[in-house]
């Protein structure tokens, strides 16, 4: 039964099908997924959760066993084969210098798989309150981890309840391009539409998925602002670089065909013409320019992380950083303070010369 299922899904409703008849595992998994959707989940989160829970599936198959048989202890063996999977150009002996390890899923796939367990047996025990939820959970899952609570922002930090069935990811600072970098990538977008992406990204934090939201009547030119949607449907305004403003503006006038659509980038041309572009679209714009460029940290996010920085070298204070990034907690924020080199070097220069004047510590 396993191999025959799929994710089917047309952008916005995503499921699992299955070329025999459907099984009640299935059908819990269909009635979660469409729960999210409900609940305003966006579709990339809701298609990521269907994969998830795809490969859960037939693990499960695999190991002939149904939802209702599940415990803590096929828990944990699932969770022994995610960390010990082989992929596709994988071997025992050969550790990559990226991810650390020869084989198994990064530790975040593997959370986020385990994210979208929990959340189907959650939302089974909802249903059905005598249903036992298998995923360990308690006052350990509470607790903040060794060092969260010390530092400065320690007194921002919150416990985070979460299960206790997960695996230690490493924490890393956001990587930014340097000047050369940024002035390779830009100088190798020759259209208006995707130097206005790429500026979009870089002096406004846009994410992706926000670029390719923005509408014609998102964007304000004369003013200088635009309508973000970002995560969770949430809306902020953002200022618009004068040379972006002025992109979009040339990029309206002269590039943009003519389309129904009322999103603001569009595809130029090809047989999908004047559609809105797509996140695969996206991606291969910038793999294409990365390769050109010869900047291979050149992703979308990167120059996002890029603004970021930018905005905590220039001292701006904590809370304008989390409003212009749309970030949900202001821990994120904090990270690109940390990141800055011009402030901690300031930091240390400073610490330096106190030590060194008279009366300083011995």
């Known amino acids: 039964m396993g191999n025959t299922l799929r994710v089917t899904g047309n952008g916005e409703c ?17 009635d979660y997924l469409a729960y999210l959707a409900d609940r305003r989940y966006s579709p990339a989160s809701v298609r990521a959760y269907a994969f998830d829970l795809l490969h859960f599936v037939r693990w499960l198959s695999s190991e002939d066993l149904m939802l209702s048989a599940v415990n ?30 020869a084989l198994g899923l990064s530790p975040a796939t593997i959370n986020r798989r385990l994210a979208a367990i929990s959340g189907l047996f959650s939302f089974r025990q909802m249903r059905d309150p005598d249903a036992v939820n298998p995923v360990p959970r308690g006052p350990a899952a509470r607790r903040s981890a060794k ?10 930090t919150r416990p985070q309840s979460r299960s206790r069935l997960r695996v230690r990811e490493p924490r890393r600072l956001p990587r930014g391009l340097d000047r050369a970098e940024t002035t390779a990538l830009l100088s190798s977008f020759l259209r208006d539409r995707d130097r206005a992406i790429a500026g979009l ?22 003013r200088g602002w635009a309508r973000v949607v970002g995560k969770g449907n949430k809306e902020r305004r953002v200022p618009l670089d004068p040379e972006v403003a002025g992109l979009i ?12 659509s009322t999103a603001l980038f569009v595809v130029g041309k090809g047989p999908h013409r004047g559609q809105p572009l797509t996140p695969a679209g996206l991606r291969r714009l910038f793999r294409y320019h990365r390769e050109i460029a010869g900047v291979s940290a050149g992703h979308p996010h990167a120059l996002r992380h890029s603004f970021g920085t930018a905005l905590a070298e220039a001292g701006c204070d904590l809370a304008v ?18 990141l800055a080199p011009i402030h901690l070097r300031a930091a240390y220069d400073a610490a330096r010369e106190r030590q060194r004047s008279p009366g300083g510590p011995d």
């Open 201 to 222: 990204m870089l002096f406004s934090g846009l994410r992706s998925a926000e670029v390719l939201a923005l509408s014609v009547a998102d964007v304000d030119i004369g």
């Open 72 to 101: 803590a202890d096929a828990l944990l063996r699932y969770l022994a084969s995610c960390r010990s999977m082989r992929h596709k150009g994988q071997h025992d002996n050969v550790i990559s210098i990226e991810s650390r390890r």
């Open 321 to 338: 950083i989390q409003a212009l990034m749309g970030h949900d907690h202001v821990d994120s924020s904090a990270a690109y303070i940390h």
């Open 147 to 156: 060092g969260e609570r010390s530092g400065l922002l320690g007194h921002l």
């Open 249 to 260: 503006q040339s990029y309206l006038l002269a590039e943009r065909p003519e389309t129904t």
């Open 14 to 30: 995503w499921r699992i099908d299955d070329d025999e008849p459907t099984t009640a595992d299935v059908l819990l998994c269909n």
